[in-house]
């Protein structure tokens, strides 16, 4: 008797169609070079999808069922180097081809640094992130371009007034006198004031195009455990999922999900960022 083979197909939840009828396009950017404390995130784009698989594509919380929605693809993993430059050359390039055959990209990151490089494949958006950290340092440990300067890089091409950060909870004296001028609501304020704060962001967005980045230390270390740089104090995994079914309505025109160090998890945070990007699923098709 031939033996019986589980096999787990790339993809993401099992949802994935044809490219050319999709309008939300994975892909995930293994990006794992400038972590300062734990590597190992290059393993997350197929843990994430993983944990997508063992996930209902049924959303009991928007009564959708996506699996009849249809209009996701998933292009499996950017091929990186060892150099960091030609690396983002290459994210960008990628992002780009989506964007331009009309799709929305939707990256597993990967590392934060990844998002300085899908940014400049898009023009003026709005940039959204979610993250315990500010992400503001001019350079750290001698570098300019890493996970924990990704912000400052961003608003080297993006004006500040265009930055939106929400659930920030911790951050050095150069970065609260340097980001003063950029609105962030804490993790206090989220869980406080949430549904006003969503109110802010919508009055101050509109529709202008969106750009969602997703750093899993939003959540409380007891909800992803494993992320780069754990920052205790954080959201629930159900108030990121309120938050971000708030966010419905918004011209979102990309995301990226990324910090998950799958070497360090049992299984919780690739879960949570998969059902994180359910709900965003939920939100966009
Ligand atoms: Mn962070």
Do not use: W
Request: with cysteine; proline share 5%.
């Amino acid at each position: 008797m031939a033996p019986t083979f589980v096999s787990v197909k790339p993809g993401f939840g099992g949802l994935e169609g044809s490219y050319e009828e999709a309008r939300v396009v994975f892909l995930g950017i293994p990006l794992d070079s400038t972590s300062s404390y734990r590597s190992g995130s290059r393993f997350a784009p197929s843990r994430i999808r993983e944990a997508s698989l063992n996930l209902e594509t049924h959303l009991m919380s928007l009564g959708v069922e996506l699996a009849e929605r249809g209009g996701i693809a998933d292009l499996g993993d950017l091929l990186l180097s060892s150099d960091l430059a030609e690396d983002g050359r290459r994210i960008e390039e990628a992002v780009r081809g989506i964007l331009e055959d009309g799709k929305l990209p939707a990256l597993l990151g990967g590392e934060h640094t990844l998002t300085l490089f899908s940014l400049a494949a898009f023009g003026d958006v709005y940039l959204l992130q979610l993250d315990a950290h500010r992400d503001l340092r001019e350079e750290y440990l001698g570098s300019r371009i890493n996970h924990a300067t990704v912000m400052r890089r961003v608003l080297d091409r993006v004006g500040p007034e265009r930055l939106i950060q929400l659930g920030v909870r911790s951050c050095s004296s150069e970065e609260a006198e340097f980001g003063k001028g950029i609105r962030f609501y804490t993790t206090e304020q989220l869980l406080e004031e949430g549904e006003s704060v969503l109110r802010e962001v919508r009055r101050e967005v509109g529709s202008s195009p969106v750009y969602l980045t997703l750093d899993l230390d939003v959540l409380d270390p007891a909800f992803a455990p494993a992320v780069s740089t754990p920052e205790p104090g954080g959201l629930s995994t159900l108030d990121l999922l309120r938050i971000l079914r708030g966010l419905r309505g918004l011209n979102l025109k990309g995301f990226d999900v990324v910090e998950v160090v799958p070497p360090f998890d049992t299984g919780i945070t690739a879960f949570a960022a998969a059902r994180a990007i359910y709900e965003l699923l939920g939100i966009l098709l």
